[in-house]
Antibody
Framework: EVQLVETGGGLIQPGGSLRISCTAS????????MSWVRQAPGKGLEWVSV???????YYADSVKGRFTISRDNSKNTVYLQMNRLRADDTAVYHC?????????????????WGQGTMVTVSS | QSALTQPASVSGSPGQSITISCTGT?????????VSWYQQYPGKAPKLMIY???KRPSGVSDRFSGSKSGNTASLTISGLQAEDEADYYC??????????FGGGTKLTVL
């Protein structure tokens, strides 16, 4: 069964750092497109970052320069290192697997989602 | 990277059809046929319903369909059922390996 499980969320003070993880099972992350999408309490979805199968990484303007996406293929895990955290980073952070048809995989749709991990930035 | 515009809420009676619009710009929705739609129940993870504008993943009911005209994409749900009551989000590729979501639409089945 294809599954994603996020861990590492918690309460962090403004200006602090936190690393959250997304461990995959049922597939290999290095062959796929993996994204982070967040949802602030009572708000909509916001795309945060993607790491391509080739290793290239991209970010939303709101997190560029503060967040870093990476992966450890041996652990089949994707990470999101979050630095200089702000109150408006408070959200549930989901990782998501890019959709794969019978022909190819793509980062243009988010197929499998984890349940998310809550990050609260507050003093 | 401004959010796509969706109506805050739509409603319909069982058996009816409803359409949710998703308006972007010529830099995102208008430039690419890469709009996806997601259904989300309270406290749950989103579920992919439509990708590449009009394609349905395996297992998604054919009551759900997607289309696009200019800078506006649409999700139509036909034969509305009580279980369709949920929040719906659109998402579009916005160029330079970035994506943008809509603000979400709450669907109420009367």
């Amino acid at each position: 069964e294809v599954q994603l499980v996020e861990t590492g969320g918690g309460l962090i003070q403004p200006g602090g750092s936190l690393r959250i993880s997304c461990t995959a099972s049922g597939f290999t992350i290095s062959s796929n497109y993996m994204s982070w999408v967040r949802q602030a309490p009572g708000k909509g979805l916001e795309w945060v970052s993607v790491i391509y199968s080739g290793g290239s990484a991209y970010y939303a303007d709101s997190v560029k320069g503060r967040f870093t996406i990476s992966r450890d293929n041996s652990k089949n895990t994707v990470y999101l290192q979050m630095n200089r955290l702000r109150a408006d980073d408070t959200a549930v952070y989901h990782c998501a697997l890019g959709y794969c048809s019978s022909i190819r995989c793509s980062a243009n749709a988010f197929d499998i989602w984890g349940q998310g991990t809550m990050v609260t930035v507050s003093s | 990277q401004s959010a796509l515009t969706q109506p805050a809420s739509v409603s319909g009676s069982p058996g009816q059809s409803i359409t949710i619009s998703c308006t972007g710009t010529s830099s995102d929705v208008g430039s690419y046929n890469l709009v996806s739609w997601y259904q989300q129940y309270p406290g749950k993870a989103p579920k992919l319903m439509i990708y590449e504008g009009s394609k349905r993943p395996s297992g998604v009911s054919d009551r759900f369909s997607g289309s696009k005209s200019g800078n506006t994409a649409s999700l139509t749900i036909s034969g509305l059922q009580a279980e369709d009551e949920a929040d719906y989000y659109c998402c579009s590729y916005a160029g330079s390996s970035t994506w943008v979501f809509g603000g979400g639409t709450k669907l109420t089945v009367l």
